[in-house]
């Protein structure tokens, strides 16, 4: 049974729509998705605008989007009954309401002076009331990110918390056999689109992370055979090598103020947590103990870190503070744990487990209580969290056979509630998936 | 007919001897096409450790070039403690080679657990070399986690295979 919570405000004297009206309670898992009427916006047959469809694509990229997440469903616009332009000022609600749209789109695009003006409005189809509405003016070829927008802005309406369209996922891209593989760094869309190799592939690269703050990621590359932290910065192109150490740097992350890199250190066989301070270059070594100590992440208010290691014996999920002091160990159901993330909502700590044979990946509040385990499969690990801590990413192989073909490696997502695993479609193999904030 | 009968049943009770011996595996479906992976297993792995040849190459002659290890373990089992001692003389009569140790790792861990391991891994091996009077100076260490598997498969004895430490010489 669809649970939609439909409020009816009476309208006394309101004149800023800034109540729920239409409203979805997203923790709430494999609920029915909400139907949206998704029109295609108007303008007055510009020729750049028809010569490029922006309009159906616009409507594509928003309707994607929104399905994808699992909340909505797009009703097919063969199934519209009005399709004028008077329906942007005034819909007739009745003609919404029968093919059972509960919210519509509506909008209209201009040229002026070689940028694209966007203008959106979203309808309760049985409030009969406008919802959001907004302008956006950009470049004519920067459609796409304005359609990714407007998609954060519905599902913030409907939702009540920020979306996560807007925003990219650097991973990395692999081919050829399993014993010769190559590796490059790429970044994309969230949805796929502007797909961009970062590398060459000449040298091995691993575990990219975004900076939460600016255009740079952070990665390990086996560059000159010196397996070491790795800083890359986007737009410029240009790498770095994060600090001298003496010994194998891997596993980076950044702070949540992007200024500090935080990864493990190999030293005579011994792995312990570093953290950098990029602009003072200063190292500080964080915890010193004779296990492997690696797969850091801090909490978003930077006070905290978790960690992985396997000093009581077994690989384990630890907390400490940002200073090194008081290590504990968290995670207590029994199997290995790695990979810890922080949610970016500061409740959650998102892990890989293997328990029995099986990958699983899975979720637990910061004191280790309330763990859900998500997904099951043969391998799967490295979850990445969406900048709203509602979606994962992560990336999950398949068996190779004995000859050793058959093996695959590709990027899923899968809802904070269980639901709604989805394969993230990439040119070639991927793995190591890092999902970027909002883009700024 | 009776003669291929005997034969099978002479095939049928070499093939029950052979699934016997190999104890440890699980009963396999399809008994003629397992019975030879599993007695090979049985003979090649050793308590999680590989002990056969197929994927070894020699540094010289008689000086094997790689050791492994059980799972997630950097232990060095007595064989491969002979290996690194062939290693270190053939180090000690050829004093100007030097060399890397490769770690590596199965595809069974996540993919930062298996850098550090394998890390752990070639140090073993380094610092068995050093016990044996092979300066530092002479070997370096590298770890692949569990990027540079040597068997692609993904089965056990592929695994006991991946889980080595490799000496490479460097000049």
Redesign the interface.
Known sequence: MRKLLLYLVPLILFTNISYALIEIDITEGNREPLPLAISEFFHDNNPEIINKKITENIRTVISDDLERSGLFSSIDNKAFIQNNRAMHLKPRFADWRLIKAQGLLTGELAIEEDRLKVEFRLWDTFAEKEIEGLVLITTIDNWRRISHMIADKIYERLTGEEGYFDTRIVYVAEEGPKNKRIKKLAIMDQDGANHKFLTSGKELVLTPRFNPVRQEITYLSYFKNLPRVYLLNIQTGIQEVVGDFPGMTFAPRFSPDGGKIIMSLAREGNSDLYVMDLTTRVVERLTDSPAIDTSPSYSPDGKRITFNSDRGGSQQIYVMDSNGRNQKRISKQGGNYATPVWSPRGDLIAFTKFYQGQYFIGVMRTDGSGERLLTENWYQEAPSWSSNGRVLIFYRETKANDAGDGHSSSIWSIDLTGFNERKIITPVDASDPSWSKLIQ | MVSTFQNYTRYLVIVLFALFLAACETVPKDTATSTT?SSTTAVEIMDGVYVGSDTVEMLAVDVPDRIFFAYDS?TLTKAAQNTLEKQAKWLKANGSATIAIEGHAD???????N???G??R???AK?YLMTKGISSSRVTT????K?????????KK?WAQNRRSVTVRTN
């Not at chain 2, 595809?107 to 657990?113: H, I, L, Q, V």
């Not at chain 2, 590298?142 to 986690?145: A, E, L, V, W």
């Not at chain 2, 990027?147 to 089965?155: A, D």
């Open positions: 992976s950097y595809e069974r861990g996540t993919r930062e657990y850098l550090a391991l890390d752990r070639a140090n073993a610092d590298i770890s692949f986690g990027e540079r598997p040597v068997n692609s498969g993904s089965n592929a």
